[in-house]
């Protein structure tokens, strides 16, 4: 029998109280842990998705935002393909190339997936304005977009290899490499999309963006299967950086007034934006629930000592000093704050790699430099929350048990 | 025989709105080591109040209480709580025994923090229990144990830190007749066997009997 015992043993004796003390420190960091494990990805797609994207000017649907573009939700709006021919057609100087796409979220096997159907090279490159140009040529030269130079990063190749797909059959598909994992799918197996069959002609490696839970098909067996024909989504333009200072961006508006166009710095900017936004977010939530999550112990807590009024005093009746009731009590907040911060951060992270592929079509990984902040954050608040009750049960009289009842 | 507590002009005047109230007035008396001394007088006449002064647990308003060349009324809080820790046992009316803690993990509640192994602490708690016949009840918890269990269990935790003198506050209130013969006769063996010092408070004439020193308190003073 020592203290660490006696504080081990009353903690499992009241085990069942256990629930309400812990609730509002473990939600409390869960949800900054959740949040924070989304916004770290997010901000690192961003990054990687300037890098990666290959096109610097996006036309999107009037009604879209950026948000759709990432997300694809069942009714994101569209536009005709046909403007592609629109630009095309318009001799505008400084459009080096053109993707259009059509990017639907679609359930496969139980998961949720995007699906895209690209135009292949082949196809693209047929069209007169293309044939000479850009970077289904040598290499990605043909322009100052982000990320066309040809370094040796891993990921660029990767880039290149998908930017250039050079032609993809009408019953062929391109996966991601998350989305492989999670169909348990290799090259040349077969699949069923939205009621049609595809072979499974290449698995991307790794990028860590978006595009790891996307499965890319030919656009016009995609706009089949989905009954949305001859429409897209998103046309992707290279465009070269000195035709946007001159104003490409509004002659490209020009010819299609309907139309929303942006461009890549601008997404960006706005991500960035939107990321700043989660994390000051998530600062209020921090103070909020470290308050609430505070407060909680601490009622907790002094539930606990009015409880044990009479198993304190005694304590102190055979001499045991404040300093020892404190000890006792504050080593008790401290379990309840690590068991907090530990079940916080594993729900946190868990939501987070739950919810993170649902709303956001981000892939969460946990982030284990996450755990000890988390338990520290939470011993801290439980131990403040504490203090105060165990104040006030080293005040408790020692001869409480020969003067109550 | 060597005195082991003196207690001089020992007075508890408590404030209250209705007029001070003298729990203890000018209380004078010597105990040897060794004595059974039993403390009666009627509801309300300063018995609680006397221990609790003599424990260093309140505060008296005058008087001294001396125990061997330790001045009880003069001490500071921490040397009070090792006073305590290390001389004093405490038996009460209601047992306080702590319910998660079996009865051996509570007779050792006091070594908590002694200086010794596990093992012996172990030891020294099952050779108390066996003292006060509880050594096949040592695994059980307070709730799976009599009344009389209980107290003894108190009993045993009074006595593990081998304390020099025994304060009890009606150790036997809460038990039968028949209860309270054995928990006195145990505390009777305990005060012969040990030669340790008990001052037991009690309403009941046959507990009484067993003192070999009697102290009558009336209205806070002591009558012969
Ligand atoms: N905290 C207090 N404040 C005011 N008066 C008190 C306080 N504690 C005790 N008293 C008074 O002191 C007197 C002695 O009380 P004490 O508890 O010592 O009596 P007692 O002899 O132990 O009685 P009982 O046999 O009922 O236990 C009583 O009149 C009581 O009202
Ligand atoms: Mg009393």
């Known amino acids: 029998m020592n203290l660490t015992k006696l504080v081990w043993l009353e903690f499992k004796y009241h085990k069942s109280q256990l629930i309400t003390g812990l609730l509002a420190i473990t939600l409390g960091v869960a949800v900054i842990v959740g949040i924070r494990s989304v916004s770290v990805v997010s901000e690192k797609a961003v990054a990687i998705n300037l890098d990666n994207l290959g096109a610097n000017i996006l036309v999107l649907p009037q009604g879209a ?4 573009y990432y997300t694809a939700d069942i009714d994101a709006p569209t536009f005709p393909e046909a403007y592609v021919e629109i630009v095309a057609t318009s001799a505008l100087q400084g459009v080096d190339n053109m993707s259009p796409k059509l990017t639907r979220r679609i359930t496969v096997r139980g998961q949720k997936l995007a699906l895209t159907g690209i135009l292949p090279k082949n196809e693209l490159a047929s069209k007169p304005l293309w044939q000479k140009s850009g970077l289904f040529g040598a290499g990605a030269k043909a322009s100052c977009a982000p990320g066309a130079a040809t370094d040796n990063g891993a990921y660029k190749d990767e880039k290149l290899l998908r930017k250039s797909i050079d032609a993809i059959e009408e019953d062929e ?7 492989a994992q ?8 077969t699949i069923t999309l939205e009621g049609g069959g595809f072979k499974v002609a290449k698995v991307l490696t790794e990028t860590g963006t978006i595009d790891d839970d996307r499965i890319f098909a030919h656009l016009h067996t995609v706009q089949r299967l989905l009954g949305i024909k001859e429409q897209v989504s998103a046309i992707e333009i290279m465009g070269c950086c000195n035709a946007i200072t001159d104003g490409l961006l509004s002659k490209l508006r020009n010819l299609l007034p309907d139309t929303k166009i942006t461009t890549i710095g601008q997404i960006v ?3 960035v934006q939107t990321n700043k936004l989660m994390n000051k977010v998530s600062l209020v939530f921090l103070v909020i629930i470290l308050f609430v999550g505070g407060v909680s112990i601490g009622n907790f807590m002094w539930a606990n000592v009015n409880e044990r009024r009479k198993e304190i005093g005694m304590l102190r009746m055979i001499g045991f000093s404040k300093g020892v009731i404190y000890r006792l009590l504050l080593a008790k907040a401290l ?17 987070a790699m ?11 990984q946990p982030l284990p430099q996450l755990l000890p902040a988390a338990l520290a954050i939470a011993a801290v608040v439980a131990l403040l929350g504490s203090a105060i009750p165990a104040y006030l049960a080293g005040k408790i009289d020692p001869f409480i048990n020969m003067q109550e009842e | 025989m060597s005195t082991i507590l003196t207690i001089s002009d020992l007075t508890k005047k408590y404030r209250h709105a209705d007029g001070d109230i003298y729990a203890l007035n000018k209380v004078s008396f010597a105990v040897d080591k060794g004595d059974f001394v039993t403390i009666t007088g009627s509801s309300g006449s300063g018995k609680t109040t006397l221990l609790l002064c003599l424990a260093g647990l309140i505060q008296s308003s005058g008087g001294t209480v001396q125990f061997q060349d330790f001045t009880i009324t003069s001490a500071s809080d921490s040397q009070l709580s090792h006073f305590r820790k290390s001389k004093v046992g405490f038996v009460m009316q209601s047992f306080a025994l702590i319910p998660y803690l079996t009865a051996a993990e509570n007779v050792m509640l006091p070594l908590a923090q002694a200086p ?22 040592k695994n059980h918890l307070p709730k799976e144990l009599s009344a009389g269990q209980r107290q003894r269990v108190a009993i045993a935790r009074a006595l593990i830190n081998k304390p020099e003198l025994i304060l009890a506050d009606e150790p036997t209130g ?3 007749p028949t209860l309270s013969t054995d928990i006195l006769d145990l505390l009777s063996t305990i005060n012969k066997t040990q030669n340790l010092t008990i001052l037991m408070v009690t309403h009941s004439p046959m507990a009484a009997a067993y003192g070999n020193r009697k102290i009558h308190l009336k209205d806070g003073e002591v009558v012969a």
């Open chain 1, 269 to 271: 900017a706005t991500q």
């Open chain 2, 116 to 137: 010794m192994s596990g093992r012996q602490k172990q030891t020294a708690a099952d050779e108390i229990l066996r003292l006060v016949g509880l050594e096949n009840r």
């Open chain 2, 174 to 176: 809460n038990l039968d």
């Open chain 1, 65 to 68: 935002n950026v948000d759709n």
């Open chain 1, 173 to 179: 598909c391109i996966l991601g490499s998350s989305a």
């Open chain 1, 354 to 364: 739950w919810l993170g592929p649902q709303f956001a079509q981000l892939a969460v």
């Open chain 1, 335 to 351: 379990i309840l704050g690590i068991m907090g911060g530990a079940l916080g951060y594993i729900i946190g992270t868990g939501a």
């Open chain 1, 182 to 189: 999670r169909l348990q799918l290799k090259e040349n197996d």
